[in-house]
Each structure stands twice: as C-alpha cells, then as structure tokens.
C-alpha cells in the first residue's frame, strides 16, 4: 500500500541517465533498477518490488518535456497508465 507523499523536481534533468537515477533516489527502487522505462514501469507498478508515495508530485514538468520530450513523455504515459494498475498512487504534475 502507498504511503506518505514524493516531489520529485525534474526541471534539472539534462540526461536520461540522470532523470532515472533521479527518479531510483526518491522512488526507493531496489539495486538492480535498470535505468529503463521497462525497469521504471515493472518498479512502479509492483508494491512488491518497491512502495510507492501515495501522492508523487512531479515539478518542473515543462523544463522536462522541453529538454528530454521522449523520456517526457515515457514517463508521463507510465504514471498516467499508473492510474490503472495502482489506484493508491495519486501523481500530480507541476503543483
């Protein structure tokens, strides 16, 4: 069950790399995260593998999409598609 809540500001982001070790960090994936949208969706979506916020907060969401636009938009459509497997997880863009 998602507990408490995460803001995650990607408006830093310059890498891909950088926006999966940034997104490993706050999310406390396991060891083996493999720095995919893959590995991303399999983590998120399992409240084996790793216990989501209840309410994840992304900030800095136009900074992203401007600089990185198709890992924008890999994660905008696994947190949307979030909503589906995982109805304890609430995501909020740029609040």
């Given amino acids: 069950m998602a507990t408490g809540r995460a803001d995650i500001d990607v408006s830093d982001v310059m890498t891909s790399e950088d926006l999966h070790d940034l997104l490993r960090d706050r999310l406390a ?4 995260y493999g720095r995919n949208w893959d590995a991303f969706w399999d983590c998120a979506r399992d409240p084996e593998i790793s216990v989501m916020p209840a309410v994840l907060c992304i900030r800095g969401w136009q900074q992203l999409e401007t600089r990185l636009p198709r890992d924008a938009k890999e994660l905008r459509q696994c947190l949307d598609d979030l909503g589906t497997e995982r109805q ?8």
Wanted: no cysteine.
């Fill in 29 to 32: 994936f396991p060891g083996w």
């Fill in 88 to 95: 304890d997880v609430q995501v909020r863009w740029d609040v």
